[in-house]
């Protein structure tokens, strides 16, 4: 037998990133919008004060250990309460999509059975219409003060404030074993009912080592950090223990997520190095930046990921003097997967060299195990060229699915997490996800991918928005369908769209046909619903078809 260490055994626990930041980094930042306070600011001594109030107020409600209590809600420092409150007292922090259709809450709602639910005031009409479906909430907290409580007829309802005001701060945080499960989050489902993932304690943790690494988020005490990638969607990619770990001010935008000027105000105003998001909330940035001529000089990086980005932003951000390095991540892979920094010797390489690089998604951080397989699960080789389905497995990647335990169907036997991702890895370890699964083209049993397509149409100045979908072909079974609106007020032929294309791809990849729409259909993260999109055009007819 091989002889053991002899170190201490201590629980990796979210407990000890709260004790570890109070007692070290007691007067660093938290600002946050939210309804009632257009800038609420305090430390985080505070912060973790409220934190025992609220651990106390939950006890005081009658919760059970293991719990599951939702929260619907903004990124807020509410919000961040109910993260730490919960976790550490053995409850699960269960955030949800406010952005889902009705149907889809009222589903996650029941299947995680959550007990209680923490609701943005905004979010009060949502959970009036919802309350009668939802049987086994046994009430709702509405995250405000007593002066901006809204009227409601929800059952059992009480104000955040009001709840925590007269408890106290100290609270006896049970020594948990760090594989306790601290929260959930449902994976967005396009086809099939949504899925709870079940991080832990020791996952949240390594995982926010990870993602702080120098080649990661490389966050530090003297950053200012915004996520305005939502708390409801893989715990705001787990900047809300990543940044308390390292003692950075911490800034959190409440409902103003998707404005753009506002988000700007934000990173001005405070003073903002640090930032990440997807693409969509870039685009309003930047785009009000354009009409004001606003700069912003203490901005330094941001991190791009969660759906696919066009270099355009990049390079945008780059004129403004803001490093971009994409990322990717899945709910499943809590999120931090792969980063995009490139190696040393590359920034010798031409520029359009390294904007193609820049372009992939990264490589994978330490923790991170990646391969990509053929149809018969073989591997196929890292050369940047073959691409094939993408699996990962991990200490922060999920092994099962909550409630369907032992049920998974994206799991192989050897434990690998099949991802739906289509991807290229090239000898220097950079990953590029060339499509999903379920979107890639088989046309005569070769692959082509949609993203590339969908990539270089976007390019085109006067294209808004592209999609590329398999539609039937006689002879290739499948040949790419181009569904393109077009920017309001533009001219784009046909031919113009195809021969776009001349000389960027094989010929063979080319579209056989394209269509322009007012509009593509969206799921409620903003990415194009194909599924849709193929029943839509499922019928349609290839003018290459005879
Ligand atoms: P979700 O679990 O909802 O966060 O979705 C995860 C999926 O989003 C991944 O499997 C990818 O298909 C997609 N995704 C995430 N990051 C990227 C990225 N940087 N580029 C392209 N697709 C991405």
């Known amino acids: 037998m091989a002889m053991n260490g002899l170190m201490m055994n201590s629980p990796l626990l979210i407990t000890s990133i709260m004790q570890f930041a109070k007692k070290n980094y007691a007067t660093a930042e938290i600002v946050s919008v939210t309804k009632d306070n257009p800038l609420h600011r305090y430390s985080y001594a505070e912060a973790f004060d409220r934190v025992g109030q609220l651990a106390n107020a939950l006890a005081r409600l009658g919760v059970k250990q293991g719990d599951r209590i939702g929260t619907l809600a903004w990124n807020d420092h509410r919000h961040l309460e109910i993260y730490y409150a919960t976790s550490c007292s053995s409850l ?38 919802l309350a009668d479906k939802i049987p086994g909430v046994h009430g709702f907290i509405v995250m405000t003060d007593e002066a901006h409580m809204p009227e409601t007829g929800l059952r059992n309802v009480y104000c955040y404030e009001t709840l925590i005001a007269s408890e106290s701060e100290q609270f006896d945080w049970p020594a948990l074993d760090e594989n306790a499960a601290s929260s959930l989050c449902y994976t967005s489902g396009t086809t099939s009912n949504p899925k709870g993932v079940m991080y832990s304690h020791r996952s949240t943790v390594l995982h926010s080592y990870a993602a702080a690494l120098p080649d990661m988020f490389n966050v530090s005490i003297n950053d200012t950090v915004l996520p305005v990638v939502p708390m409801f969607h893989v715990n705001a990619w787990g900047l809300p223990y990543s940044v308390p770990m390292v003692g950075a001010k911490l800034v959190l935008p409440g409902p103003k997520m998707g404005d753009g000027a506002a988000i700007g105000d934000l990173i001005a105003g405070e003073g903002v190095t640090l930032s990440a998001g997807v693409p969509t909330v870039w685009m309003a940035l930047l785009s009000d930046l354009q009409k004001t001529g606003k700069r912003l000089p203490s901005l330094k990086r941001v991190i791009i990921g969660g759906a696919a980005c066009p270099t355009s932003i990049m390079r945008e951000f780059q004129q403004h003097g803001v490093m971009v390095n994409y990322a990717w991540g899945m709910t499943e892979t809590s999120p931090l997967g792969t980063l995009n920094t490139l190696k040393p010797g590359m920034e010798k390489l031409s520029e359009e060299e390294q904007w193609k690089l820049r372009a992939k998604q990264g490589r994978p951080v330490f923790g991170i195990e990646m391969k990509i397989v053929d149809d018969d699960n073989h591997e196929l080789p890292r050369d940047g060229k073959a691409f094939g389905s993408l699996k990962i497995r991990g200490p922060w990647v999920c092994a099962d699915y909550f409630g369907h335990e032992g049920h998974s169907d994206t799991h192989d036997e050897d434990g690998w997490l099949c991802t739906g991702d289509v991807a290229t890895i090239d000898p220097d370890g950079f990953m590029q996800i060339t499509d999903r699964t379920k979107d890639v083209i088989k046309s005569g049993g070769e692959w082509i991918s949609s993203i590339e397509l969908e990539n270089l149409a976007v390019a085109h100045p006067a294209v808004a928005e592209a999609a590329v979908i398999a539609a039937h072909h006689p002879k290739w079974s499948e040949r790419p369908l181009l569904v393109v609106v077009k920017n309001a007020g533009q001219e784009l032929t046909w031919e113009e769209m195809l021969s776009w294309y001349d000389g960027k791809i094989a010929k063979w990849w080319l579209p056989d046909d394209v269509v322009f729409v007012d509009e593509l259909p969206h799921t409620a993260t903003g990415k194009v619903k194909k599924v849709e999109l193929r029943q839509q055009f499922k019928d349609y007819v290839l003018p290459t078809a005879e």
């Open 92 to 129: 699960i922090c269960h955030t949800i999509n406010p952005r889902l259709f009705e149907n889809q809450i009222e589903y996650i709602i029941n299947d995680a059975e959550d007990r209680w639910l923490f609701i943005d005031p905004l979010f009060v009409p949502l959970l009036e219409k």
